[in-house]
């Protein structure tokens, strides 16, 4: 068999010819095409859950690279091969290789491809992973051999490049101007296939954010857009959106041309789950109650229990299998299962009858979470905890809300407790304020008594800082009574620093300094540094109203001290404001200058809206 000189396609190709085009991925192909090329690099496996588009990636990879293989290009389907020994048997049969009962398989397999600079595409190597030590044994022995792999799996060998296919580009933005919502992947991918279907298609005006949102539910995966776009010749995009949210069964009807496991989105997922072991089923199927990202921390704690295996060396197995997606974020890694995968979970786990057990281990791992998080958020280190919150801040929501609707009380309060101020403090006002009436109109409890106090002071300091005063004022005398009668002292001096501010404001201002004088005290004899500084900061406020410019500037000065001896920042920030202000009414530019700069980076610190 001859070879072609370099810069032409060689005279072996054999490779299935794609139908269509294929939309975007052109980052993907140079990258890869960079990462072949290198004289280090032998063996490259395309990872990624499926659907992404590996097989596809791979065949245009392969087609553009083509010329630099003068001895070949050959694109081997592993789908139906299900022993791991049929791998060079597979191989021969594509490259064609005649061979007889005069010398093994392996040994006719590896003197055909010794003396040819070629490359192969093994595509579907998932399933028969044990059949990884021959590849190995192909590149040791073939030195102008390159090895292309697709697998949900990385094969664990040495010499092995991951690339971990991403899902399709997605817009960050659903009000991008028509033209430049068309060129995103992922958009493009939906209507090219719409059309296909439906080739009189014409979209309504906002019909392209639809179609946008239904790609972000689909998390840009190629497999699922294709189905989902299928739909488009019966359902107008409103009404495909809708029909997402009742599961997997709407991404069905695939090309018949296309393997059994790629007609559907859940066989496609199910090929993946079968693979696993029952103890990675399990991990698998209890990993759906997370609802955005997670860290390895919750995982472990709320889905390992009864597990054979480490819980992390599970996840990390679920990573290597490309069911569980990883990214990071704020200099920690994070975890995900892609929207598809977790309802395919959450169908597990419903067949489980695990459900219930999940939900309950979820809503005690964040409740405790909270729990903390009352007391941290006035301490020195309220910045990681604030930046902690926000990155659970979709399971919080959801603990929140099945507390809620399990009328769990004492879960309940415990997490209006401990998250109104990371509520007011990221700007969650209306979010706050609708699970805070939901949890104060809740029955009483014996044992949530204190916390139903707490919770009913964060819903009347949301209300107030969202400018509802009367409603405040109304909240905050239900609290005072409320912590009178359970000697609550730190809520006994906070609702009265609350209805002092609404007293302040319509101008009662003596009895607003009695209000604010009896708290002083209450705090001052508890000495909480921190709180003693709400005090003085509230009183400064009041004094500077009355015209007494010097004493707001002792009791502001006073105050910052305070909070910086407690390292409350978001009380240095306040209290830096008033200093600011008071500044510039006596004409002291730089001192307002320095105190608006300290604000401004205390705020930044704690990503105070």
Same mark, same amino acid.
């Given at each position: ?30 990258? +890869? ?79 055909? +491809? ?8 093994? $595509? ?146 199910? !090929? ?40 992390? $060396? ?5 990573? =290597? ?41 979820? +809503? ?16 020195? $280190?309220?910045?990681? !905890? ?126 607003? !300094? ?35 410019? =010097? ?36 004409? $002291? ?21």
């Amino acid at each position: 068999m001859s070879s072609a000189r370099e810069g032409r396609l060689p005279s072996l190709m054999r490779m299935p010819i794609p139908l269509s085009p294929m939309v975007g991925r052109d980052r993907e192909v140079a990258e +890869l095409r960079e990462l072949l090329f290198r004289s280090d690099v032998r063996l490259v496996t395309l990872t990624g859950p499926g659907g992404v588009g590996k097989t596809r990636l791979a065949l245009e990879l392969a087609t553009q690279v083509a010329n630099r293989f003068p001895g070949g290009v050959a694109f081997v389907l592993l789908a139906s091969t299900n022993d791991p020994d049929q791998i060079l048997q597979s191989i021969a049969e594509t490259l064609e290789i005649p061979f007889g009962s005069d010398r093994s398989i392996q040994e006719t397999v590896l003197t055909y +491809l010794r003396p040819r600079r070629m490359l192969l595409v093994l $595509d579907n190597f998932e399933h028969i992973l044990d059949a990884a030590p021959r590849v190995s044994r192909l590149l040791s022995t073939s030195a102008f051999l390159k090895i292309v792999v697709t697998s949900r799996s990385v094969l664990r060998i040495d010499g092995e490049h991951e690339f971990e296919v991403p899902p399709l580009a997605l817009p960050e933005d659903d009000n991008l101007a028509p033209d430049a919502l068309t060129s995103i992947d992922a958009i493009a991918l939906f209507l090219q296939q719409a059309r296909a279907v439906a080739p009189d298609l014409e979209l309504a005006d906002g019909e392209l954010g639809t179609i946008a949102a239904i790609c972000r539910k689909l998390d840009g995966l190629p497999l699922a857009i294709e189905l989902a776009a299928a739909r488009m010749r019966v359902l107008s995009p409103e009404e495909l959106l809708a029909r997402l949210d009742g599961g997997l069964s709407i991404l069905s009807g695939g090309r018949r041309d296309a393997p059994a496991r790629q007609q559907t989105m859940r066989a496609t997922i199910e !090929w993946s789950h079968d693979l696993l072991t029952p103890d990675e089923q399990a991990l698998l199927r209890r990993l759906a109650i997370f609802s955005g990202d997670w860290a390895i921390e919750p995982a472990e704690a709320i889905c390992g229990n009864g597990l054979e295996f480490e819980p992390f $060396d599970g996840i990390a197995s679920l990573v =290597d299998k490309s069911l569980v997606r990883q990214r990071r974020r704020r200099n920690t890694i994070r975890l995900r299962l892609l929207g598809t995968i977790r309802e395919f979970a959450w169908e597990q786990l419903q067949a489980a009858g695990e459900v219930e057990m999940i939900r309950e281990r979820h +809503l005690d791992y964040f409740t405790t979470m909270a729990t903390r998080a009352e007391q941290e958020l006035v301490q020195a $280190d309220q910045a990681e !905890w604030i930046e902690l919150l926000e990155m659970e801040h979709d399971d919080l929501r959801e603990a929140t809300r099945y507390a809620i609707e399990s009328r769990n009380v004492v879960a309940a309060t415990a997490l209006g407790a401990g998250l109104w101020r990371y509520w007011e403090q990221r700007g969650y006002l209306a979010e706050g304020v609708h699970l805070l009436q939901a949890i104060v109109s809740l029955p009483e409890v014996p044992d949530a008594e204190h916390t139903m106090t707490r919770a009913i002071f964060g819903l009347g300091r949301l209300a107030f800082v969202h400018g509802e005063m009367a409603e405040a004022e109304r909240v905050f005398d239900i609290c005072l009574v409320r912590a009178e009668r359970l000697n609550d002292e730190p809520y006994i001096a906070g609702s009265l620093t609350q209805l002092a501010h609404i007293t302040a404001r319509r101008g009662d201002f003596d009895l607003a !300094w009695q209000r604010y004088q009896r708290a002083y005290e209450i705090r001052r004899n508890r000495d909480e540094l921190w709180a003693v500084g709400v005090s003085l900061h509230s009183m400064g406020s009041l004094a500077r109203r009355r015209g007494d410019i =010097d004493e707001a500037l002792r009791l502001f000065t006073e105050s910052y001290e305070l909070y910086t001896r407690s390292g409350h920042r978001h009380g240095i920030g306040q209290s830096s404001v008033e200093l600011a202000e008071t500044a510039l009414i006596v004409g $002291d530019l730089p001192l307002a200058r320095r105190y608006i700069d300290i604000a401004i980076n205390e705020a930044q610190a704690i990503d105070d809206r």
